[in-house]
């Protein structure tokens, strides 16, 4: 339990560790790969070269201490959280490690003078008060998983029942459970852990669960549309060395963006590989007679995945309207709605009449930035205007 002292302390700290936070991340992170190689699997270390990684948990850091004697302001800051560690399966034992460096890191940049053993007595309370709640709160997620109808806890084996190629980037995997057992059904929007093994070394990753669990005429499987990034280990692998036919481990489906119930108009916006989480809300929406504004931008039509699946429910479905935006549009593409970068105007004429709309979006951080400005130029107000990141959170104002 935090005393009064020690709240103090923690609070009185923070403006230093705002000022140097993401050095004292960044030296973390390389104390944590060096001293705990057990945990390196839960890492992304594409996101921890770039940077983006040392600066989510910086964020989430400060955020946790600036409102450390008012929990309830961090919002929805804690279930994202939460989500995140339970689709990789952060478990308790993980906590002590990530902590000891933690502390040490403290101390080492900030230096003896800064850092007495009363600051680092006060931090070790605050980081095991927010590990006792996380914990706690991880614990609740994984038994409701395991509980629930289909259910499981830790990682299953699936089969790849198909793989399909989406656009020269994009490819489709389509996993049934190798033990023929029934599946855990998801929300629109969220995404599904996945556990392999790379060049001899352990990988978890997260991808967007990009189709309803029950196809038409097909048995319950999970699909997910995984882009080929020019840096990334694990998807480089999936899409050269991973078949039909091959088993891959999967973690229960978690997330917390996901399509909220409502009948106002619903606008879904996505930008590149954006487009996957966007798929399941689509079809869920359209079930359910909801009318949608579908606008996805893409660099060229060669890399513009499952346009034809969207025409298609466009043409079952009147209440869908879909906008496509190129880039640059190439010789043999068909035409795109508009060529060039969204902008606010071209935005505003594919919104329905009314602001009051429920909108989600994905996509590239700038594109992300540039249409959450916009929503909230436009007049949606922003707590109906939501939004997920591929990768660690960050800010978008």
Same mark, same amino acid.
């Given at each position: ?91 308790? $034992?993980?906590?002590?490690? =990530?902590?000891?460096? /933690?502390?040490?890191? %403290?101390? @080492?940049?900030?230096?003896? *003078? ?72 998801f929300e629109p929007g969220q995404y599904i852990g996945l556990r392999m093994v790379v060049d001899g070394e352990e990988q978890r990753r997260q991808y967007s669960l990009s189709a309803p669990l029950n196809l038409p005429g097909q048995p319950p499987q999970y699909r997910i549309s995984v882009?080929? $990034?020019?840096?990334?280990? =694990?998807?480089?692998? /999936?899409?050269?060395? %991973?078949? @039909?036919?091959?088993?891959? *481990? ?127 130029? %436009?007049?949606?107000?922003d707590a109906q205007s939501r939004y997920e990141f591929f990768g660690p959170a960050a800010a978008l104002d």
């Open positions: 339990m935090l005393t009064d002292a020690q709240l103090a302390i923690v609070k009185s700290t923070v403006p230093l560790l705002e000022s140097g936070g993401e050095a004292l991340t960044t030296h973390f992170y390389k104390m944590l790969m060096r001293d705990y190689p057990q945990v390196r699997p839960l890492f992304n270390r594409t996101h921890q070269a770039s940077g983006d990684q040392p600066r989510a948990l910086a964020n989430g850091v400060l955020m946790y201490a600036r409102h450390i004697d008012r929990l309830e302001a961090l919002g929805p800051l804690a279930a994202q959280i939460v989500n995140k560690h339970v689709a990789v399966q952060i478990m308790p $034992e993980h906590y002590p490690m =990530v902590g000891d460096c /933690l502390l040490r890191a %403290i101390r @080492e940049v900030l230096g003896a *003078e800064i850092a007495t053993d009363a600051v680092i007595d006060a931090w070790g309370a605050a980081y095991g008060q927010l590990a006792d709640i996380l914990i706690g709160a991880e614990q609740q997620v994984y038994d409701a998983k395991a509980q629930a109808p289909g259910g499981w806890r830790g990682a299953r084996n699936f089969i790849v029942a198909r793989k399909v190629a989406e656009s020269d980037e994009i490819t489709s995997f389509y996993f049934r459970a190798q033990d023929g057992g029934a599946l855990l059904d882009k080929r $990034e020019a840096g990334g280990k =694990v998807s480089r692998h /999936l899409h050269d060395e %991973i078949h @039909e036919g091959a088993v891959v *481990e999967l973690f229960p489906p978690s997330g917390d963006f996901s399509l909220a119930a409502g009948d106002k108009p619903l606008v879904l916006i996505s930008g590149g590989v954006g487009i996957t989480p966007m798929l399941s809300m689509l079809e869920a929406a359209l079930a359910n007679g909801r009318p949608v504004h579908f606008i996805h931008a893409a660099r060229d039509g060669g890399v513009h995945a499952f346009r034809d699946h969207v025409e298609q429910l466009a043409a079952r479905h009147p209440q869908l309207r879909r906008f496509f935006c190129y880039e640059r549009e190439r010789a043999g593409d068909r035409r795109p709605d508009a060529t060039g970068m969204i902008d606010r105007a071209l935005l505003q004429r594919w919104m329905p009449a009314t602001t009051d709309v429920d909108a989600y979006f994905v996509g590239p951080k700038p594109f992300m930035k540039a249409v959450k400005r916009y929503l909230r130029e %436009i007049g949606v107000p």
